[in-house]
């Protein structure tokens, strides 16, 4: 497929600033074609316009329809075959079998949003009946559902670029709500994008979509986000990124006129908590998983383990040192992009010279920067050092993270109390250590949007129970997940309907209940039928 | 009960601060005793240091002893008897029959919200269970449900003092969650305030709840406020009242280091829609309904109907002349207080003088200022008059509303679309007008979060279903709700729990589902146990 750098805005495709970039091969440091374009603000301006004119038309389809459209993207996806992958390989350094599976993981959460609306019971369908001789007043016939708020606007994630980006949950949870959609690609891989956007507006078109359902935008400055979520035909924006970026798009979502929802999910430290019992069942597995999750992707998940906490002992001891030789045998690798790759080597540099921190070990092959290769780092410290330095609290995007010797249980709760919000908090135990430590667990479900046990943050499975969300600076809102099928309530809003005539309510809410839902009838879940 | 004016923070009577402020009665022009203290730094901080200590053990109750709690502020509330209905009346000028259907009100959701909370199944349980042979990776077991998210902020509404105030949703629906409360009492009813929080208070002893799970603080500043939601200990805030203040406080919660969920409901404009058959069954109907809907409680509801559409014709005419003899009946009443009776005075004078709109009549009898009474004013003006002159879109608090002569369906349509975000929208029709203004429907269900059809927006149902809540400016949050039992949704975020041993899950997560609760297991609503 020739990529051709230009928006699509609906069916039509537009480059018509002055202004554009290259993205970069970052293993190679070479400019990639073609050149990609600054969205303008009339080319802005256009999806928007679109998007507001295809939402009435988009959400009063049926579900099955929205079903079929997502189902389409699955196949399209699948459709574009290696090219997918040998361009987001080539945007992000990414291996292929990481593009793989990622792909895999697109494909499967698009297909989960497809059976969710089929399925019908997600929007929360509630009745209650009326009751014509109540004293004083009568009671009125009331229902309400979850429908769609608008058009929405996403920023895609660097460090995704086909499972959080164009094709990611963020995407298809909007369109499984009934929204329209407007992307501002990541201009680390603008080409994936393009082709993954295609992909959908082919999907689209073979599904009779009505037009603007779909858009994607490119930019490289801040300004195009900027115009994009301040436009007033926006209602609601996801975001996976850096904090500053997320907290600066959430700045502007809060001053609008009127203003929106922005999620943003911004990564965080995801602490890890070595207890006694599971030093002494298996010090070398936990390691081993340890720094596996450690420099999965390069360090470069959201989910990516930064602190490590265990008492000091002659086991802890020995879990540093075998977590040290699994660190010094990672072979450096391409990082997403230079700035990423500058930023992390200018924290590592500013982690060399802090006093409350000491070098633990580090890649034993030297990283080389022409590449954007980064080595994998394993620092220490203790409890005091940790205290003393709020700034090891701070996520460092990358394979770095800091062992920390905790002199007793109450310093990992004193420590635990002193976390930011995180995505995820893991403990290595054995039963006995959970119950022991039950403090410590009720800090973390404070403190976290996931508790696991035995097991590593990242890999996050695509599921109706996933949870990928947490306390700020984890995400702009803690009610709302980015992954798995709850992240469908982001673009929902409930409408009720009194004294409604009944074949004027929404399928959902009609006496005969067409689609079998389970819903809410005066307090009770069921699939009743009501007959009149 | 004597009342003292103090702070109530947990157990502890506090007023430090030498500024201080007395409540009026409005229909009187007269102080009120005592006197009532600003809150000070001092004083904030020590009730939110008590929430978050007392946010731990109160959540980590089992949920009856939650839904005790709120039975038995139910019953303290009843305990209170006529001094409540009086000090409020007295304090807002609302008629003693008006606070007893309050009070009523208030015990009906408090005890609603206990009946919640005992069912369980509200928390959203969802279990995937893990598949260990899976390939590539085995699946993991997934486990979530919605937890509290600490104390919370809450800012009750002048217009309610019974029923959204101290005693109101937010503050029953934050205990359901299990969150700790905060409240910030309103200036115009502190005594109200303060015998309905001794009452909170002595539901908390009798039931064992932790000092701190529930505060009162009096404040007339906006510091007051200010101080409270920019506590890094506060979590959460709700709050009804005016768009100024809420938008105020809103942006505060925004641009704190962490910012927090502020949710608020500022009310609407509520339009009305009477289409010709409805007008031709019986104009005198829907004219009489309307105006008691719009003079309900001085026309001082979030819900009051602003703005009433029809279609030039005989009929019309007749439904104008039949409410301008309605309103002209009506008898001007007090109103909460003098600022919100001058604001009402001051806007019907600029009604007064605009060329886009025409004085259609007002109460025969005039207003006493002394006694902060309000005359009821009906105005009219053409969908022209209407779309030239934006001001009209706005509410206007008190007993006024403008009648909207449109010349044809796709007017009514055009100004559907100007419409803001409001909290209800309402239909009068016969259901083959319904079919005919199908895309006005359509329309509506973008602007309004209730759609009501041959009733009146004013009095809300508390039930399961009801959605008070809808787009900017009639709240901040459109996915949230006010009023009914999804309210408590504002309060949780989701928790999830990857392969956690059965014993140390929330009970509503555990194998056995001891509460017997509907949980989505592998996508498949049940209230299944699982054997293991």
């Given at each position: 497929?020739?990529?051709?750098?230009?928006?699509?805005?609906?069916?039509?495709?537009?480059?018509?600033?002055?202004?554009?970039?290259?993205?970069?091969?970052?293993?190679?440091?070479?400019?990639?074609?073609?050149?990609?374009?600054?969205?303008?603000?009339?080319?802005?301006?256009?999806?928007?316009?679109?998007?507001?004119?295809?939402?009435?038309?988009?959400?009063?389809?049926?579900?099955?329809a929205?079903?079929?459209?997502?189902?389409?993207?699955?196949?399209?996806t699948?459709?574009?075959?290696?090219?997918?992958?040998?361009?987001?390989?080539?945007?992000?350094?990414?291996?292929?079998?990481?593009?793989?599976?990622?792909?895999?993981?697109?494909v499967?959460?698009?297909?989960?949003?497809?059976?969710?609306?089929?399925?019908?019971?997600?929007?929360?369908?509630?009745?209650?009946?009326?009751?014509?001789?109540?004293?004083?007043?009568?009671?009125?016939d009331?229902?309400?559902?979850?429908q769609?708020?608008?058009?929405?606007?996403?920023?895609?994630?660097?460090?995704?670029?086909?499972?959080?980006?164009?094709?990611?949950?963020?995407?298809?949870?909007?369109?499984?709500?009934?929204c329209?959609?407007?992307?501002?690609?990541?201009?680390g891989?603008?080409?994936?994008?393009?082709?993954?956007?295609?992909?959908?507006?082919?999907?689209?078109?073979?599904?009779?979509?009505?037009?603007?359902?779909?858009?994607?935008?490119?930019?490289?400055?801040?300004?195009?986000?900027?115009?994009?979520?301040?436009?007033?035909?926006?209602?609601?924006?996801a975001?996976?990124?850096?904090?500053?970026?997320?907290?600066?798009?959430?700045?502007?979502?809060?001053?609008?006129?009127?203003?929106?929802?922005?999620?943003?999910?911004?990564?965080?430290?995801?602490?890890?908590?070595?207890?006694?019992?599971?030093?002494?069942?298996?010090?070398?597995?936990?390691?081993?998983?340890?720094?596996?999750?450690?420099?999965a992707?390069?360090?470069?998940?959201?989910?990516?383990?930064?602190?490590?906490?265990?008492?000091?002992?002659?086991?802890?001891?020995?879990?540093?040192?075998?977590?040290?030789?699994?660190?010094?045998?990672?072979?450096?690798?391409?990082?997403?992009?230079?700035?990423?790759?500058?930023?992390?080597?200018?924290?590592?540099?500013?982690?060399?010279?802090?006093?409350?921190?000491?070098?633990?070990?580090?890649?034993?092959?030297?990283?080389?920067?022409?590449?954007?290769?980064?080595a994998?780092?394993?620092?220490?410290?203790?409890?005091?050092?940790?205290?003393?330095d709020?700034?090891?609290?701070?996520?460092?995007?990358?394979?770095?993270?800091?062992?920390?010797?905790?002199?007793?249980?109450?310093?990992?709760?004193?420590?635990?109390?002193?976390?930011?919000?995180?995505?995820?908090?893991?403990?290595?135990?054995?039963?006995?250590?959970?119950?022991?430590?039950?403090?410590?667990?009720?800090?973390?479900?404070?403190?976290?949007g996931?508790?696991?046990?035995?097991g590593?943050?990242?890999?996050?499975?695509?599921?109706?129970?996933?949870?990928?969300?947490?306390?700020?600076?984890?995400?702009?809102?803690?009610?709302?997940?980015?992954?798995?099928?709850?992240?469908?309530?982001?673009?929902?809003?409930?409408?009720?309907y009194?004294?409604?005539?009944?074949?004027?309510?929404?399928?959902?809410?009609?006496?005969?209940?067409?689609?079998?839902?389970?819903?809410?009838?005066?307090?009770?879940?069921?699939?009743?039928?009501?007959?009149?």
């Amino acid at each position: 497929m020739n990529l051709t750098g230009r928006h699509l805005i609906g069916n039509r495709e537009s480059a018509s600033s002055a202004s554009s970039f290259s993205p970069a091969n970052p293993s190679l440091g070479t400019a990639l074609e073609p050149c990609y374009f600054e969205a303008t603000e009339v080319e802005i301006d256009d999806a928007v316009t679109l998007a507001v004119a295809a939402f009435d038309p988009f959400r009063r389809l049926i579900a099955e329809a929205r079903a079929d459209f997502l189902d389409a993207i699955a196949n399209e996806t699948l459709a574009l075959g290696d090219e997918l992958l040998q361009r987001a390989s080539a945007e992000t350094g990414h291996p292929l079998p990481r593009c793989a599976s990622e792909r895999d993981r697109a494909v499967l959460h698009t297909r989960q949003f497809a059976e969710l609306i089929r399925e019908g019971s997600w929007v929360d369908a509630r009745i209650d009946l009326p009751d014509p001789t109540r004293q004083p007043l009568p009671k009125p016939d009331v229902r309400s559902l979850m429908q769609p708020v608008g058009p929405v606007a996403i920023f895609g994630a660097s460090n995704f670029p086909i499972a959080i980006s164009v094709l990611g949950a963020d995407t298809m949870s909007a369109f499984a709500a009934g929204c329209p959609v407007i992307i501002k690609a990541h201009p680390g891989h603008p080409g994936t994008c393009e082709l993954a956007a295609r992909a959908i507006l082919r999907a689209a078109a073979s599904t009779r979509m009505p037009e603007g359902v779909f858009s994607l935008l490119h930019g490289k400055s801040n300004e195009v986000g900027t115009r994009l979520v301040s436009h007033p035909g926006i209602t609601a924006a996801a975001f996976t990124g850096s904090l500053g970026g997320g907290r600066a798009l959430f700045t502007v979502a809060n001053s609008r006129p009127v203003p929106i929802p922005f999620y943003a999910e911004m990564g965080s430290v995801n602490p890890v908590f070595v207890l006694p019992g599971a030093l002494r069942a298996g010090a070398s597995r936990i390691a081993e998983g340890f720094v596996a999750a450690l420099t999965a992707g390069v360090g470069q998940f959201c989910t990516n383990p930064g602190l490590v906490l265990g008492l000091e002992s002659e086991e802890w001891a020995d879990f540093s040192e075998l977590a040290r030789e699994k660190v010094t045998a990672f072979k450096p690798a391409t990082m997403l992009h230079a700035g990423i790759h500058g930023a992390y080597q200018s924290g590592i540099s500013d982690l060399m010279t802090r006093e409350s921190v000491e070098l633990l070990g580090h890649s034993a092959i030297d990283a080389d920067p022409a590449k954007c290769e980064a080595a994998a780092y394993l620092f220490q410290t203790t409890q005091q050092g940790l205290l003393g330095d709020p700034t090891l609290f701070n996520e460092l995007f990358g394979p770095v993270s800091t062992l920390v010797s905790c002199g007793a249980p109450s310093d990992m709760i004193a420590i635990a109390e002193k976390l930011e919000g995180s995505l995820s908090a893991t403990i290595h135990g054995t039963e006995n250590d959970l119950a022991e430590y039950r403090e410590l667990v009720t800090v973390l479900q404070r403190k976290a949007g996931r508790l696991i046990f035995n097991g590593y943050p990242v890999g996050i499975e695509v599921c109706h129970s996933m949870h990928h969300g947490g306390p700020y600076p984890a995400t702009t809102h803690s009610h709302f997940t980015s992954i798995g099928t709850r992240a469908v309530s982001r673009f929902v809003r409930p409408v009720c309907y009194q004294d409604w005539p009944d074949t004027m309510l929404p399928m959902e809410l009609q006496n005969a209940n067409p689609r079998g839902i389970m819903r809410l009838l005066n307090g009770e879940r069921a699939r009743d039928e009501l007959a009149f």
